[in-house]
């Protein structure tokens, strides 16, 4: 998730942003910078590579960067997969041609080898301003090689349409005894969810479920992992320990099959968009879903204006996301690197700039607090909260890990939605093929 991606294979992601109840796909094919290394940027200017849907992101930064120093500042955007893949072949090669990589979280460990040091930029003070979730991510055996850029979590959207609607409080109330309001524990999403799914025009037909549940990507599955209180989710970082089998991510993947009788059929399928989709169209209650999103309803949608907002749910282990965070980092092979470093340290001082672009994304604790009060930042509070829980801890810092997701997690993810599942099987044998493919 990350600039809300689904997760499809290793380098094939659709970054999700809604232009209208269709969902249109922000990856674009980018055009590659011409050859040569970063040195041979002319008069010290600066190339970056970014995804396609975070190219916005980084742009009033560069630009103001441009004006006050001089120094300009390329910005290559590449899709999802043409960005790993580019970053990938140049750092084995050392001969970068960009200065600066704008990196998916779960990158970093695999790019560490190919990555200068970034230690004297992470001051106290720059730590201080960070997520704990972030400041731990940055680090690649203790050295921090990349600075985080924006970052994301997924948080509770509700239709506040039904959840303020008076007979829908009474009816609520009378029957599982206490007031509807926005959950905040397992147990309440699981109420909620019952109460709303129904037929609403009285054809037979449900057409309203009061959430979902996404069986083609394992994020929304991470967070209840460590809901259920785990801080070593799948893969013990230190260790090497494969704990997928234990019982915090059991009973994490019980509650989330729990669910399936208050969502749309087909949940083996259901990937970002899908849901998206749906909630934009009026057929779910709630949905659980990345924070950016809150700000990119299509005007047509029959929900428009009546969406709310709320911190992620939490359970046994408190609230908990899964931190989606991008970083930029810089070559070690690179000619530019001081030049890059003092980008990278422009970058983190004017992150509130980030903001006021499309996506809304950035990653300083002040920067999130600077729309405080304003309109259209509703989210921000939600995210912050969420963000700022011990339990949202990011994915395992292991090189293996797209491997990991791709091949086992959303295989077992969707096997776990079909009727008749036994988890404790299915996470017995993703143990076993994960022990496979770390040791």
């Known amino acids: 998730m990350k600039l809300r991606t689904q997760v499809t294979g290793r380098g094939r992601r659709v970054v999700v942003a809604a232009a209208a109840v269709s969902i249109a796909a922000l990856a674009l094919s980018g055009c590659g910078a011409g050859g040569g290394g970063g040195g041979e940027t002319a008069g010290g200017d600066l190339t970056i590579v970014v995804e396609g849907g975070g190219k916005a992101e980084l742009q009033p930064i560069a630009?103001?960067?441009?004006?006050?120093?001089g120094t300009a500042v390329t910005l290559v955007e590449l899709p999802y997969a043409g960005l790993y893949d580019r970053i990938s072949s140049e750092l084995q090669a050392g001969d970068p041609s960009f200065d600066i990589a704008a990196l998916d979280a779960i990158w970093l460990p695999a790019f560490a080898p190919g990555l200068a040091p970034l230690d004297d930029l992470f001051t106290d003070d720059v730590q201080s301003d960070l997520f704990g979730g972030l400041v731990s991510e940055s680090q690649v055996d203790g050295t921090f090689v990349g600075m985080p850029v924006w970052t994301n979590s997924e948080i509770l959207f509700y239709r506040t349409d039904l959840f303020e609607d008076a007979t829908n409080m009474a009816d609520f109330e009378a029957e599982y005894g206490y007031p509807l309001?926005?959950?905040?524990?397992?147990?309440?999403?699981?109420?909620?969810?019952?109460?709303?799914?129904?037929?609403?025009?009285g054809?037979?037909?449900?057409?309203?479920y009061g959430t979902d549940v996404k069986g083609a990507v394992e994020t929304e599955w991470l967070a209840t992992v460590s809901q259920a209180g785990e801080e070593s989710m799948v893969v013990d970082t230190d260790s090497g320990e494969v704990t997928i089998d234990n019982a915090a991510h059991k009973e994490a993947l019980d509650y989330y099959i729990s669910l399936l009788p208050y969502a749309p059929s087909g949940a083996a399928q259901l990937d970002w968009a899908g849901a998206q989709n749906l909630f934009y169209q009026g057929n779910l209650a709630m949905m659980?879903?990345?924070?950016?999103?809150?700000?990119?309803?299509p005007e047509d949608s029959p929900v428009k204006d009546q969406i709310g907002v709320a911190p992620m749910i939490g359970g046994p282990g408190g609230v908990a996301g899964v931190p989606g965070a991008w970083y930029l980092s810089v070559p070690s092979s690179g000619d530019n690197q001081d030049a890059a470093q003092d980008f990278i340290a422009f970058a983190y001082e004017h992150n509130d700039l980030a903001a006021d672009t499309s996506l809304g994304l950035v990653a300083r604790k002040s920067a999130f607090e600077s729309k405080d009060?304003?309109?259209g930042y509703e989210n921000y509070p939600a995210l912050v909260e969420t963000l700022e829980s011990p339990q949202?801890?990011?994915r395992p810092a292991t090189p293996q890990w797209q491997e990991i997701v791709d091949s086992v997690l959303i295989p077992m993810i969707q096997k776990a939605v079909e009727p008749g599942a036994d988890t404790a099987q299915l996470l017995s044998d993703a143990k076993s093929q994960i022990e496979s493919i770390v040791e």
């Open 63 to 69: 630009d103001l960067y441009q004006e006050e120093t």
């Open 181 to 201: 309001a926005p959950p905040t524990t397992w147990e309440q999403y699981r109420d909620i969810a019952e109460f709303f799914t129904r037929d609403t025009d």
């Open 203 to 208: 054809d037979g037909e449900i057409d309203l």
């Open 288 to 297: 659980r879903f990345w924070g950016h999103a809150y700000r990119q309803t």
């Open 373 to 375: 009060g304003e309109a």
């Open 392 to 394: 949202s801890l990011p």
